[in-house]
């Protein structure tokens, strides 16, 4: 078997003019994870977490500055990112929509909420639209079997889905992504959010 690998030696990262991982995130790093950890090392990925939700992806030259900020190798950076699906290492959509493809939803014929979505924002899956707004996956079962065909919106989910229904929900989001929370938690104006009752 040959193996077919990608050649990153003449690979260019990018730099901006200013560094992605900012002085105050690093204060927060440093105050706040830092103590919770026993090694710096061990901040990876809250570091990961605080960079993706700051940019909505992981630039490459953001993750150098992980890593000499936690004085690990870049190489060990990269290995993280690539484990973990969660993270992004190209420019992802202010939305991610994913669409269950496991087998409740397919019978409940999630392909078509799929094809559909495809079609009204240009993209096939796992691309994001050109205005830059969303970027269309599929999911294995998001565990609303139930209530299927599901998806989740910026990891707000939704049940018993349609095509019409994907679309007013698409009408109805807000501009800023930031400002879209899930309505089954009460939020706080710190933007600290508990379920109902609790
Ligand atoms: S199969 Fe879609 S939520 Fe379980």
Redesign the pocket.
């Known amino acids: 078997m040959a193996w077919i690998t990608e050649n990153r030696r003449t690979a260019v990262v990018e730099k901006g003019s200013s560094p992605y991982l900012t002085e105050d995130m690093k204060a927060e790093l440093r105050d706040i994870y830092f103590p919770r950890y026993p090694t710096k090392r061990a901040v990876l990925l809250p570091a990961l977490h605080l960079v993706q939700h700051k940019y909505n992806w992981l630039p490459t030259a953001a993750l150098e500055e992980i890593a000499v900020f936690l004085e690990v190798s870049p190489a060990e950076v990269m290995d993280t990112v690539t484990f973990y699906d969660e993270y992004w290492l190209k420019p992802k959509g202010k939305y991610l929509i994913g669409v ?1 493809r ?4 397919e019978i409940c014929q999630a392909d078509k909420i799929t094809e559909h979505l495809k079609t009204k924002l240009g993209v096939d899956v796992g691309d994001t639209s050109a205005d830059g707004q969303f970027t269309l996956i599929e999911m294995e ?5 139930g209530t ?3 998806a989740l919106v910026n990891e707000v989910l939704h049940e018993d889905l349609t095509v019409e229904k994907f679309d007013a929900l698409i009408n109805k989001l807000p501009t800023d992504p930031h400002d879209y929370k899930d309505p089954s938690i009460t939020w706080d104006e710190n933007g600290h959010g508990g379920h109902h009752g609790t």
């Open positions: 269950c496991s087998l409740a939803c079962c998001i565990g609303s079997c299927a065909p599901a």
